[in-house]
C-alpha cells in the first residue's frame, strides 16, 4: 500500500492551530478500466480484497464506448480476473477465459486472468479493452 503524509490543523476555542504530527494515511492502489472498444461493455472483476481478507466479486459496471471508469476496485494484488462483454444490442462480444467460474448477479461466467503493472505516479493498475 501506499502511504502519504496527511497533516489536519484543528483550531481550539482559544485560537491556536494543533496538528498531529506524523499523521499518515493509506491510499491502496486502484484498478481503473478504459474501454477501447468502440461499443458499450458491461465488466466484472473478482479481485482480492486485502481489507476484508479475500477475493471479492463486483457487480457488472457499464463502460460507454471508448469510456473510462475509474476506480472500480481497489487492491494491492496485481492479479485481477474479469469477464466482460457488449451490451449494445449488436452481435455479443465477450471477453472471457477459462480461469476462474465466478457468479456475478446471479450468472456463472468464466474469467479471464490478468497481471497488471502497477503504475506508482497514478497509484493505480490499468486494465485496457479493445475489441476483437
Same mark, same amino acid.
Given at each position: 500500500?501506499?502511504?502519504?503524509a &496527511?497533516a489536519?490543523?484543528?483550531?481550539t476555542?482559544?485560537?491556536?492551530?494543533?496538528?498531529?504530527?506524523?499523521?499518515?494515511?493509506?491510499?491502496?492502489?486502484? &484498478?481503473?478500466?478504459?474501454?477501447?472498444?468502440?461499443?458499450?461493455i458491461?465488466?466484472?472483476?473478482h479481485?482480492?480484497?486485502?481489507?476484508?481478507?479475500?477475493?471479492?466479486?463486483?457487480?457488472?459496471?457499464?463502460i460507454?464506448?471508448?469510456?473510462y471508469?475509474?476506480?472500480?476496485?481497489?487492491?494491492?494484488?496485481?492479479?485481477?480476473?474479469?469477464?466482460?462483454?457488449?451490451?449494445?444490442?449488436?452481435?455479443?462480444?465477450?471477453?472471457?477465459?477459462?480461469?476462474?467460474?465466478?457468479?456475478?448477479?446471479?450468472?456463472?461466467?468464466?474469467?479471464?486472468?490478468?497481471?497488471?503493472?502497477?503504475?506508482?505516479?497514478?497509484?493505480?493498475?490499468? &486494465?485496457?479493452?479493445?475489441?476483437?
Open positions: 500500500m501506499r502511504k502519504l &496527511l489536519i490543523a484543528v483550531s476555542p482559544l485560537g491556536i492551530n494543533v496538528a498531529p504530527a506524523n499523521a499518515t494515511m493509506t491510499v491502496t492502489p486502484a &484498478l481503473d478500466v478504459h474501454n477501447k472498444c468502440n461499443r458499450d458491461a465488466i466484472a472483476v479481485y482480492k480484497d486485502l481489507q476484508a481478507g479475500g477475493w471479492r466479486n463486483t457487480p457488472f459496471v457499464v460507454r464506448a471508448n469510456g471508469k475509474d476506480r472500480i476496485v481497489s487492491s494491492d494484488n496485481s492479479i485481477f480476473y474479469y469477464y466482460a462483454e457488449t451490451v449494445d444490442g449488436g452481435p455479443k462480444v465477450a471477453w472471457d477465459g477459462n480461469e476462474r467460474n465466478e457468479t456475478v448477479q446471479g450468472r456463472t461466467v468464466s474469467m479471464r486472468m490478468k497481471q497488471l503493472t502497477f503504475d506508482r505516479d497514478q497509484n493505480q493498475y490499468r &486494465l485496457n479493452l479493445t475489441c476483437r
